[in-house]
Each structure stands twice: as structure tokens, then as C-alpha cells.
């Protein structure tokens, strides 16, 4: 395992990208997933007993993802913003509490899909309820079916895909969008999903089943053969 | 299995969560149903573009204040 040495004079059993960069907040390196995943209990443990580059290695892995899925729940950046912080402020301050029972980043997770809940409750008090029960069958029925050619990932350069994915998303309403982005994006498993929102295993797993068949449809008119039109 | 039926089991059919019985009539159905042949293959890719996106870059300004705010985080705790 790789042990790196730092200013401060501490060896770390953990590819670190720079000394005390959160003090400096400039640091823009990222570290591969497949990395994260492996060492993340090593730097949970560093941060636990006060070290700062290894709580600061945290946030610096995790923020894109965390802000994709604030953005995500809240479509409203400045409450996206707020919830990220919060939710990196929260875990700094609640650290010592978490129990390792699950990944940091799933506990993460659960805390920013809160801050950003909250507040997509309190700008959408109307539009946003988990409690509504959901309507039959009868709408389920797919409509538009077109052949979507080869692989509409290949078709479509990142910045294209990024800004269909973002459109059809916005579009879906937010008691799917939320159980879809937690489910399918941050990929928590049903039972994390419904204890996130608070709701039962039957109620998360209907409103995905709506969720992906919607979400389909809206991307059919980008996938299908033959343009946007 | 009806297509209402393959329908309202595909989300467990993608994420393999269907009993096996009930996987194998899925299928069945699927052999000699081009529509819902269509629309397993289309909601398993809506799934997997999703998944498969990379999150953007954070933006600057954005970045700039979440480590200013932590590290105001920080220096309180310390004192």
C-alpha cells in the first residue's frame, strides 16, 4: 500500500493529493473511484481522530457527486449550494457518531439528500409530497415506441449527454425524481431509499417503476432515430 | 404474462430482482413481443446513461465557498 509522508511530518497509508490543501481550498485533482472505494474506512478513521487532509480527502472526492445529487433533488442552484454545505458541515461536526455500518459516502448521501429535501419542501410546498398515494396502472402503458438506433451513449458527446440528461430529469416531478436519483444515480439500495424519505420499500419501488418508464419516454424524443423533432 | 404484466415488473426484471419463475415467463413473453421487447431494452439503457454519467466539474465559485465555510468549521472547533 502506498504511504505517503506530509508536511506535518505523519506518514498516511493513503494517496494523498496535497498538504492542508482545504486551509488553501484550491486543490482541483481527483482521485479514480475504484481508489475511493478501497481506502475510504482508512481515511474515515484518519478523520475520526482529528486528522483534517484526510477529512479534507473526503470532501475533495466526494463534492461533484454530492452537488450533482443536491442539484438533482433541488433543481434550484443556490439550494443545491446550501445543502452541500450544509451537508459536509454537518458530517464534519456529526463524524464521531457514524458508525461504519455502511460506506461514508452513503451516509453522506443520506445526510445531503436531507438538506436538499428540506429545502425543496420549502420552495415547492405544494408540488412536493412523498404521502400522496400513487395513481393505478392504467398510465403505465408505454407510448412511443421508436428504435432508438445504436447506442445513444456513442451518439451523443458528454456535454450533449450531460445537458439531455439534465433537461428530462427537471422535467420529471419531484416525488419520482427523488427516488430515482437516489436509487438509480447514487445507487443506494431500495431499503437505504426508503429510509432516506422515510417511506416504505413497496412505495419506493412503485414510484421508480414510474420514474424509469417516464424518464424513458422523455428521452425517446432525444434517442429515437432521426433528431429532437 | 400479459404485457400490463411485463409492464409492471420491469423494474424488478432489470435489477434482477424477479423470482426465477417469474423471470422465465417474463422472457417468454418477451420472445414474441417486439413492444415490450422495446421497452425492457429502452428503460434498462434510460437506467444504465444515468448511471454511467460522469458528475460535471464543480463550479469555481461554488468550490471556493464550500472550503472557505469548512474551514471557518474547522478553526471554530479548534478553539
Known sequence: MLCVTLMDGKARPWPVIGPLALLSASNPHRLPSGIAKEDEHLLVAAAKRGDMVAFEELVNRYERKIFRLTMNIT??????????????????????????????????????????????RKRRPNQFSL??????????????????????????????????LSEVIDK?????????????IEELSTEETAKTL????????SRLLRARLKLRQKLNRYFRQGGTN | ????????????YIDGALEPAEKQELER????????????????????????????????????????????????KRQ
Open chain 1, 75 to 120: 433543481r434550484n442552484r443556490e439550494d443545491a449550494e446550501d445543502a452541500m454545505q450544509d451537508a459536509f458541515l454537518k458530517s464534519y461536526s456529526h463524524l464521531k457518531d457514524f458508525q461504519e455500518d455502511s460506506r461514508f459516502y452513503t451516509w453522506l448521501v443520506r445526510i445531503a439528500a436531507n438538506e436538499a429535501l428540506m429545502r425543496l
Open chain 1, 131 to 164: 404521502d400522496e398515494p400513487i395513481e393505478g396502472d392504467e398510465d403505465l402503458m408505454p407510448r412511443e415506441l421508436e428504435d432508438w438506433g445504436p447506442s445513444p451513449e456513442q451518439r451523443f458527446a458528454q456535454t450533449e449527454m450531460h445537458e439531455i
Open chain 1, 172 to 184: 420529471l416531478e419531484p416525488d419520482f425524481r427523488v427516488v430515482f436519483v437516489l436509487r438509480d
Open chain 1, 198 to 205: 422515510g417511506i416504505s420499500v413497496p412505495a419506493v419501488k
Open chain 2, 1 to 12: 404474462m400479459n404485457c400490463k404484466g411485463v409492464i409492471r415488473e420491469i423494474s424488478d
Open chain 2, 29 to 76: 413473453h418477451l420472445e414474441h413481443c417486439e413492444d415490450c421487447k422495446i421497452v425492457v431494452d429502452q428503460t434498462k439503457l434510460t437506467v444504465d446513461v444515468f448511471c454511467d454519467s460522469e458528475p460535471v466539474e464543480l463550479p469555481s465559485d461554488v468550490r471556493s465557498r464550500l472550503h472557505e465555510a469548512l474551514r471557518r468549521k474547522i478553526n471554530e
